[in-house]
């Protein structure tokens, strides 16, 4: 039998503006999901939607997003900001400037910033 090639599409799902030092995040990025869900589904690809944890708590975010999980059309993965996952560990002087990544926070940090992103 065949093998077809396999394309992963990945979308990193988190608020906007979170780039621009001093700017505060909005999640208005979030009303263009079902288009481009629904651009997925058209052509039979299965994105995998990987959710900041501002977006996880986004509720509107979260019923699309069950709904196309549960009918096999998405998969939903990890995307932790570490200076806006909690617990809140300050390894600058302004996280939110410097944006640490995951990997500089100890490993017991890191294990409590997934829990908290997963929970």
């Known amino acids: 039998m ?4 396999a394309i992963i599409i990945t979308i990193d799902t988190e ?3 979170q780039w ?6 909005s999640l208005d990025n979030l009303d263009y999901i079902p288009r481009f869900q629904s ?4 052509f ?5 939607w990987l959710t900041e944890y501002n977006v996880a708590l986004n509720k509107a975010y979260c019923d699309y997003m069950k709904d196309k999980l549960k009918q096999g059309l998405c998969e939903i993965g990890l995307h932790p900001h ?3 996952t909690p617990p809140d560990i300050q390894l600058t002087d302004n996280d939110l400037i410097s944006k640490p990544y995951m ?3 100890p490993i017991d940090i890191i ?3 997934i829990d908290t992103h997963v929970g």
């Not at 065949?2 to 090639?5: R, S």
């Not at 651009?39 to 058209?42: A, D, F, V």
């Open 20 to 25: 621009i030092p001093g700017k505060s995040i």
């Open 2 to 5: 065949e093998q077809k090639p």
């Open 103 to 105: 990997t500089e926070y």
């Open 82 to 84: 570490a200076w806006t």
């Open 15 to 17: 608020p906007d503006n």
């Open 111 to 113: 294990r409590k910033k």
């Open 39 to 42: 651009l997925c589904e058209e």
């Open 44 to 48: 039979s690809f299965k994105p995998v």
